[in-house]
Every structure is written in structure tokens, then in C-alpha cells.
């Protein structure tokens, strides 16, 4: 079955450190790879996505890329900011099926001053 | 714009007590609907999912039921509390499968955070 495996958290970074959160993947055929970030006390947002090996997905100064020869799709950013606090989902659907998708069970960032 | 509604946003409820959440879709036809559970500190749980009215899918055996009224409305219920019900309760919608390669990621309302005592 598909499954998405995150690194453990809390990651504590002081702002304007480079942030890397790793995730790897297993899935059939040609998932398609997504981070969510979910702020305190809300829901998921979509942060980017990818949807064939090599794509980058970038917003909010956040990418990652599909990286289909190592099952991966780490999440980076140059600077961190202390608003970039969060929990950090990666997740991944695969083409068919009812559309499920599968989660990682998220990395909690906490950017000090 | 499609907007995903989710309330109550906070519920305190006793041990054996019924439980309704709703959660509805604007803006969208025919959309896939899916009910996850968050325990604190942890990651996503699929409670259930449904890709038409009346058609309800469970992931995991528990005290929870949802029922699918209306196209655009999705609920989640129980008969009798449990402790272990408490959490942050996560509705999501995505658009049905068309075919080809869009990637169809899904789109998460606000949440609501049941508390059973």
C-alpha cells in the first residue's frame, strides 16, 4: 500500500536559518505529492504540489521536487520566518482509486527569534 | 470561489452523549467529501469518505457513522460519546476523478475540536 514517511519532529530553527524537512514516499504507479501546512489551531492549507517526477513545487518561498529515483519530496526554504511555525504534512495521491490520499504524520517547525 | 464550511468550531461534550458535526461545500458540484480525526499531537486519520449522496465509505471500525444527505453535505455522527473520541475533526473535499493528470489535491475546512469529558 502507499505510505508517506516524515522526519520526526519538533524541528527548532532561529529565523532566517535554512530549513529542510524530509519525506519519502511508497507508492504504485506515478503518485501525485503535496506538503500541507497547518498553523495552530487550523486546518490544512496546501502549501505546493507536484504532479510528475522532476516538477518543483514552490510557494511561499517553500519548495520541494519530485524525486522519483529516491522516493522523494523534501520540503526547503532559504530563511525561515518565525510566522513559517507550524506542522508540516507531506501526503501523497496516487491515480487511482477514490482519490485518497495518504499523509505523513506531519513535522512540527518552531522558528525562534 | 469554492468555500468548505465545518461546524460546530469547538464542542464539549459528555461520555455517552450523541454527536452531529457538519460540514458543507460551496461552489462546487459532485464533490469527493472525506471525514479525517487529528489526536493531539499526531497526524491524519481517514474516518470516512463518500463520492456521492448516500454512498459512504469506512476506512477504520469505531463509534462513528457519516451519512451523506445532500450532494454538497457531509456529517458525521454518533449514538454514544467515547473518551477516545476526543480530537480535532478535519473535513476535506476534492473534485470527482475526470481522468487524466491533474493532481486533484484536497482542500481542508477550518476544523472542529471535540472535547468528550
Known amino acids: 500500500g502507499n505510505s508517506v514517511t516524515q522526519m520526526e519532529g519538533p524541528v527548532t530553527l532561529s529565523e532566517e536559518a535554512f530549513l529542510t524537512i524530509n519525506c519519502t514516499y511508497t507508492?504504485?504507479?506515478?503518485?501525485?505529492l503535496f506538503w500541507y501546512v497547518q498553523y495552530p489551531g487550523e486546518g490544512l492549507q496546501l502549501l505546493l504540489k507536484?504532479?510528475?517526477?522532476?516538477d518543483k513545487g514552490s510557494n511561499k518561498g517553500f519548495e520541494a521536487t519530485y524525486r522519483k529515483e529516491t522516493t522523494s519530496f523534501h520540503l526547503e526554504k532559504g530563511s525561515v520566518q518565525v510566522s513559517d511555525s507550524a506542522v508540516y504534512f507531506c501526503?501523497?495521491?496516487?491515480?487511482?482509486?477514490?482519490?485518497?490520499?495518504?499523509f505523513g504524520t506531519g513535522t512540527k517547525l518552531q522558528v525562534i527569534p | 470561489s469554492q468555500t468548505i464550511h465545518q461546524w460546530p468550531a469547538t464542542l464539549v461534550q459528555p461520555v455517552g452523549s450523541p454527536l452531529s458535526l457538519e460540514c458543507t461545500v460551496e461552489?462546487?458540484?459532485?464533490?469527493?467529501l472525506y471525514w479525517y480525526r487529528q489526536a493531539a499531537g499526531r497526524g491524519l486519520q481517514l474516518l470516512f469518505y463518500?463520492?456521492?449522496?448516500?454512498?459512504i465509505s469506512s476506512e477504520v471500525p469505531q463509534n462513528l457513522s457519516a451519512s451523506r444527505p445532500q450532494d454538497r453535505q457531509f456529517i458525521l455522527s454518533s449514538k454514544k460519546l467515547l473518551l477516545s473520541d476526543s480530537g480535532f475533526y478535519l473535513c476535506?473535499?476534492?473534485?470527482?476523478?475526470?481522468?487524466?493528470?491533474?493532481?486533484?489535491?484536497?482542500?481542508f475546512g477550518p476544523g472542529t475540536r471535540l472535547t468528550v469529558t
Open positions: 507536484a504532479t510528475k517526477a522532476d
Open positions: 463518500s463520492v456521492g449522496i448516500g454512498q
Open positions: 501526503a501523497l495521491r496516487n491515480s487511482g482509486g477514490y482519490q485518497k490520499v495518504t
Open positions: 476535506a473535499w476534492t473534485t470527482p476523478r475526470t481522468g487524466g493528470l491533474a493532481s486533484y489535491e484536497q482542500y
Open positions: 461552489g462546487t458540484s459532485n464533490p469527493n
Open positions: 507508492a504504485t504507479g506515478y503518485p501525485s
